[in-house]
Nanobody
Framework: VQLQASGGGLVQAGGSLRLSCAVSGRTLSSYAVGWFRQAPGKERELVGF????????FYTNSVKGRFTISRDNAKNMVYLQMNRLEPEDTAVYYC???????????????????WGQGTLVTVSS
């Protein structure tokens, strides 16, 4: 499975961006997909994830109500819509995939099998 994240850029605080994760190599509907981010000098942390069929999502508290994860299995795409962006959201964002994942374990970075390269999001104040 190959993943490629895109859509990062520079945005002012309060603005919006939509990141995309293109998945190839296997049927996307078999995989849960997580979004993670890594700010300079910090560890990579979970933003949220979406289950295989898209019916269930989970978000970390710091982005809940501002970020939305969605997926289009027919197009092999997963999206991260980010609204009301804050300077603290500045980071490199990564998408990752896990086949048949257990819900509680999908919060763990090391649980994922496949990773894409990151895309940089910079939020100016």
């Amino acid at each position: 499975v190959q993943l490629q994240a895109s859509g990062g850029g520079l945005v002012q605080a309060g603005g919006s961006l939509r990141l995309s994760c293109a998945v190839s190599g296997r049927t996307l509907s078999s995989y849960a997909v997580g979004w993670f981010r890594q700010a300079p000098g910090k560890e990579r942390e979970l933003v949220g994830f979406i289950r295989e069929r898209g019916g269930t999502t989970f978000y970390t508290n710091s982005v809940k109500g501002r970020f939305t994860i969605s997926r289009d299995n027919a197009k092999n795409m997963v999206y991260l819509q980010m609204n009301r962006l804050e300077p603290e959201d500045t980071a490199v964002y990564y998408c990752a995939a896990k086949a048949g994942g257990i819900f509680s374990a999908l919060t763990a970075r090391d649980y994922y099998d496949y990773w894409g390269q990151g895309t940089l999001v910079t939020v100016s104040s």
